[in-house]
C-alpha cells in the first residue's frame, strides 16, 4: 500500500509555476519518510536487513545513498526534458500516467470491481482463489473498520494508505492489485469469459 502514498508526494510537489525535479526524486527516497505502518523507510529497510540473507544482506543506508544519487540523476534529466518539451506538457504527462495506482484513472474502476468481488463469493476475481484453504476465512473475516463496503469504498477512494494496516493487509490479500481492468468485450482469461463465437447464421 506504499504506491499510493508515492502517488501524494509526487503530486503535492507538481506545480505549473515550478518544480524542483530534484527535490522530488530525493523525497521519495528520503530515509525519514513515515510510511504508513508508523515506521521510516530506513526504520524498515534496518528491520529487513540480515547480513545472512543474500536477499536483504546489502546496508540500507548504503542503498539509499545509491537511491538519491539515481533521484538526482533522475532530477537533472526532467531538468533538461523541461526545457526540451515545457512544464506543463511534463505535468501533464505525470497526471496521465496510469499504472493501476490511486490518483490514477483507472483506480475508480480497480476499486469498483474489487468491492463487487468481496460482496459476492462467486464474483469472476476469486476463480483463482476460491479452492484455496484461506479463502474461506478470509472472505468471512473482514476487519471491523472496514465491514461496511460504504466505508471501504470511501477509504479506497481517498487513497487505501488511510485504512488500517489490518484492513489494508485484508485487501492485499483478496488481491486488489489483481482485480480485472479488462472491459470484457470478448474473452478474458483472468475471469474465464471465453472467446466469443461467431453465430452460425454470420
Not at 93 to 121: E, Y
Not at 169 to 190: F, K, L, P, Q, T
Request: net charge negative; with cysteine; hydrophobic share 40%.
Amino acid at each position: 500500500m506504499l504506491p499510493p502514498l508515492l502517488n501524494r508526494i509526487v503530486r503535492s510537489m507538481l506545480s505549473f509555476d515550478h518544480v524542483n525535479w530534484i527535490g522530488l526524486g530525493l523525497a521519495i527516497v528520503n530515509p525519514s519518510r513515515v510510511l504508513p505502518t508508523g515506521q521510516s523507510v530506513l526504520e524498515l529497510g534496518l528491520a529487513c536487513h540480515n547480513p545472512d540473507d543474500p536477499a536483504h544482506e546489502v546496508d540500507p543506508r548504503e542503498e539509499l545513498a545509491e537511491m538519491a544519487q539515481d533521484a538526482i540523476a533522475w532530477g537533472r534529466t526532467y531538468c533538461l526534458r523541461e526545457k526540451e518539451f515545457g512544464l506543463r506538457t511534463l505535468i501533464e504527462f505525470f497526471c496521465a500516467s496510469d499504472n493501476d495506482w490511486f490518483g490514477t484513472p483507472s483506480w475508480g474502476r480497480i476499486v469498483d470491481r474489487f468491492l463487487t468481488a468481496v460482496d459476492d463469493r462467486e464474483n469472476a476475481h476469486w476463480r483463482m482463489h476460491r479452492d484455496e484453504p484461506w479463502f474461506d476465512d478470509w472472505f468471512t473475516n473482514r476487519p471491523a473498520d472496514i465491514a461496511d463496503t460504504t466505508e471501504l469504498r470511501r477509504l479506497l477512494h481517498a487513497g487505501p494508505d488511510l485504512l488500517s494496516e489490518e484492513a489494508a493487509e485484508w485487501c492485499v490479500d483478496g488481491a486488489i492489485g489483481y482485480v480485472c481492468r479488462d472491459d470484457h468485450a470478448n474473452d478474458c482469461w483472468r475471469c474465464g469469459i471465453p472467446l466469443a463465437t461467431e453465430s452460425p447464421n454470420e
